[in-house]
Nanobody, 124 residues
Framework: QVQLVESGGGLVQAGGSLRLSCAAS????????MGWFRQAPGKEREFVAA????????YYADSVKGRFTISRDNAKNTVYLQMNSLKPEDTAVYYC?????????????????WGQGTQVTVSS
């Protein structure tokens, strides 16, 4: 059974940085695409970034391009989201997700597995 466990959220001032982690277990993820999504209060869940586990190719939403970096550690079976130059509008619950089809897609229904989420709050 696939399990995704996020950590690393918290409260940070605008301009600061956080690194989120997603520990994945229960499968071999080499063929998966791993994604990060976020959901702010009253808004729909939106795509942030994704990575093809096998080759490390990365994809980003325009709103975070140049500020966020997604990466993975094969030995630890962990995906990271390094978030720099944070803005108040980045405040949201951040979710890790896994797509076994291996296609990079930005829609939530493409991802079969989800973590419980971690809160990120950016103060102005």
């Amino acid at each position: 059974q696939v399990q995704l466990v996020e950590s690393g959220g918290g409260l940070v001032q605008a301009g600061g940085s956080l690194r989120l982690s997603c520990a994945a277990s229960g499968r071999t993820f080499s063929r998966y695409v791993m994604g990060w999504f976020r959901q702010a209060p009253g808004k729909e869940r939106e795509f942030v970034a994704a990575i093809r586990w096998s080759v490390g190719l990365t994809y980003y939403a325009d709103s975070v391009k140049g500020r966020f970096t997604i990466s993975r550690d094969n030995a630890k079976n962990t995906v990271y989201l390094q978030m720099n130059s944070l803005k108040p509008e980045d405040t949201a619950v951040y979710y890790c997700a896994a797509d076994p089809q291996g296609l990079v897609r930005t829609i939530t229904r493409a991802y079969d597995y989800w973590g419980q989420g971690t809160q990120v709050t950016v103060s102005s």
